[in-house]
């Protein structure tokens, strides 16, 4: 057993809705890791729910802390570049929530530095551990829909009046697409690898927005066609999934539990976590219909395979160079709907030679 000496201490950078509600409860609760400090400006707000951590308001201090090893940045988008830069500098290993930073030339100068200071970066992609992901990744790999031949991935929720947040408002790294389009992305690249090129619209759609609300991406797999979609005004809710091949669809609706049971305050280790009511439905090429149980989700997996990493030297959860190919995603979305016209990922053959 990891005693309290032993154990990885962790500086957690920034206590929004990622830090609060992801971060600080996963690390508190993964054995062998220690949140020993937190740099936010909302030091009564954090103080109050960690009473026995550090809280610092200047992030730079908590990274040049000596006694941190791991720094989690869970600030705002465009702050995740020099503040991972400062903090491999200082020799910290790293881990960046997601999008990993907003351009893409960002993330192969942080992967760079890693490199130099011989650090372990690695990307909050979460998402790899929701239960319908799970299990739509066995489905796939058992061969059960056959030859995969669509699949739509939406995003979406239901919220009419625009918030007072830089998610929200017209900076670098905002809008619905740095937001929720990391998720998507992410997990088609799992299933699928990179795609041929990526076809994109984003539209402001609320009143008094400011960046895009809604977007449709579309990758281009040759006989396999994926569309992801993410918007701020859908109520009620269309499949979160649905699969479809040459054997068979399977269809999705709701999302993974674990966001809502983090915020609700249950922790990891509870008779419930992980467990999704909504299972998906099954329709066979024989005509028959099944609801299989889904497997339950696993965000903790995460920050124990960044424990087993550093203390153990197994392989990295979410390695740098698969974030990178996400960004590259993002940025081939981002021009497609400035240009209108379909485009490639702007990846060096080594880079692509990393998916072999």
């Not at 830090?19 to 109050?48: D, E, N, W």
């Not at 937001?179 to 402001?204: E, Y």
Request: with cysteine; hydrophobic share 45%.
């Amino acid at each position: 057993m990891t005693t309290p000496a032993q154990a990885v201490p962790v500086a957690l950078i920034g206590y929004g809705n990622a830090g609060k509600t992801f971060h600080a409860p996963l690390i508190a609760t993964t054995p062998g890791l220690r949140l020993a400090c937190i740099a936010s400006s909302q030091g009564q707000a954090v103080a109050a729910d960690w009473p026995d951590t550090r809280v610092v308001a200047d992030p730079l201090a908590a990274i040049h802390a000596p006694d941190i090893e791991l720094v989690v940045i869970a600030s705002p988008n465009d702050t995740h570049a020099p503040l991972a830069a400062a903090a491999l500098t200082a020799g910290k290993h790293v881990v960046v929530d997601k999008p990993f930073t907003v351009e893409l030339a960002e993330a192969r100068e942080l992967i760079r530095l890693a490199e130099q200071h011989g650090r372990l970066l690695s990307v909050f992609h979460n998402r790899r551990w929701d239960a319908d992901f799970l299990a739509l990744r066995a489905l796939l790999a058992d061969g059960r829909l056959g030859r995969p031949t669509q699949l739509e991935s939406r995003f979406e929720r239901f919220r009419p009046e625009v918030r007072a947040r830089w998610r929200e408002q017209a900076v670098a790294g905002g809008g619905v697409w740095y937001d929720l389009g990391p998720h998507l992305v992410d997990q088609t690249l799992q299933l699928f690898g990179l795609p041929d090129s990526v076809s994109a619209r984003f539209a402001i759609q609320r009143d008094g927005a400011e960046t895009d609300d809604w977007a449709q991406v579309d990758l281009d797999y040759g006989q396999l066609q994926v569309t992801l979609r993410a918007s701020m005004l859908v109520a009620g809710g269309m499949p979160r999934f649905a699969a479809h091949g040459t054997a068979g669809s399977w269809v999705k609706y709701g999302l993974d539990c674990q966001e809502d049971q983090l915020k609700a305050g249950l922790r990891p280790g509870a008779p419930d976590w992980g467990l999704d009511p909504q299972a998906p439905t099954v329709y066979a090429a024989d005509g028959s219909i099944s609801t299989p149980p889904l497997p339950r989700g696993d965000y903790p997996a995460y920050y124990t395979a960044i424990h087993a990493a550093l203390r153990e030297g197994t392989p990295n959860p979410v390695p740098a160079h698969e974030a990178l190919a996400v960004m590259a995603v993002i940025d081939a979305a981002r021009r497609s709907a400035s240009s209108g016209q379909r485009t490639g990922l702007e990846l060096t053959e080594q880079e692509r030679a990393s998916w072999n």
